[in-house]
Nanobody, 117 residues
Framework: QVQLVESGGGLVQPGGSLRLSCAASGSIFSINVMGWYRQVPGKERELVATITRGASNSVKGRFTISRDNAKNTVYLQMNSLKPEDTAVYYC????WGVGLKSYDTYWGQGTQVTVSS
């Protein structure tokens, strides 16, 4: 069974940094696109950043997404954090499980990021 497990969330002061990690585990044949989304109560989940299998990292303003294919892990480095970045951050990945015929989309359980003084 394939699953995504996030870690690295928490409370940080404005201007601070956090690094989120998301590791995929289980019987995995291949991982295509990986990404991070975030959601605040009452609003729709929004895309933060995605990264394809062949890329090592991608900078999206204050955030940098990267991945380690050998570890089936995607990271989100968040710098100069602002209170409006407060949200639950979700990992997302297109994974081809062993024995299956195509990629399926998987989500992590979410990790809370709170930016407050």
């Amino acid at each position: 069974q394939v699953q995504l497990v996030e870690s690295g969330g928490g409370l940080v002061q404005p201007g601070g940094s956090l690094r989120l990690s998301c590791a995929a585990s289980g019987s995995i044949f291949s991982i295509n696109v990986m990404g991070w989304y975030r959601q605040v109560p009452g609003k729709e989940r929004e895309l933060v950043a995605t990264i394809t299998r062949g890329a090592s990292n991608s900078v999206k303003g204050r955030f940098t997404i990267s991945r380690d294919n050998a570890k089936n892990t995607v990271y989100l480095q968040m710098n100069s954090l602002k209170p409006e970045d407060t949200a639950v951050y979700y990992c997302n990945a297109e994974i081809w499980g062993v024995g299956l015929k195509s990629y399926d989309t998987y989500w992590g359980q979410g990790t809370q990021v709170t930016v407050s003084s």
